[in-house]
């Protein structure tokens, strides 16, 4: 759990703040599970997540849309700053909104590098 919450704290995703004057607080648990690698270790993994379940539209967030990219393009364009040793803020894990926000929050990033990003079709358009 420790390990969690530094990197938590080392990624700039959880920041401890006083609580809002009539703010709607969002609970959130530890999920807790044994990993079992390819040669037989096993190592414990734990990731705090937010009940994202519990937000309701308009009240807690507007919109959750975000376009789908390639594995392999998101990788690539997150090497140059992974090079630089840059971050990115992103959301918890489990808000409906998170990659939403990642989304901004990359696009944002692409903007100052001057790289151009493209509108994406959502996948219900893409004909198989």
């Known amino acids: 759990m420790n390990e969690e919450l530094a990197s938590l704290k080392e990624n700039e995703t959880l920041e401890l703040v006083n609580r809002p004057v009539n703010a709607r607080v969002i ?13 037989g270790n096993t ?9 994202g379940y519990v937000q309701k539209q308009e009240i807690d967030y507007d919109e959750t849309f975000s ?28 808000l409906k909104q998170a990659p939403r ?7 944002s990033f692409m903007e100052k590098a001057v790289l151009k990003t493209v509108q994406l079709i959502p996948a219900y358009f893409i004909a198989t």
Do not use: H
């Not at 609970?27 to 040669?39: A, L, Y």
């Not at 390639?70 to 918890?92: E, G, I, Q, Y």
């Open 67 to 94: 376009p789908v990219a390639c594995c392999d393009t998101v990788r690539t364009l997150l090497a140059m700053p992974a090079s630089k040793n840059m971050k990115l803020k992103r959301s918890l894990y489990g």
């Open 27 to 39: 609970q959130n648990r530890w999920v807790m599970r044994i990993e079992t690698s390819c040669d």
């Open 43 to 51: 190592r414990f993994k734990v990731l705090l997540v937010v009940k």
């Open 101 to 107: 926000c990642w989304n901004k929050r990359f696009i």
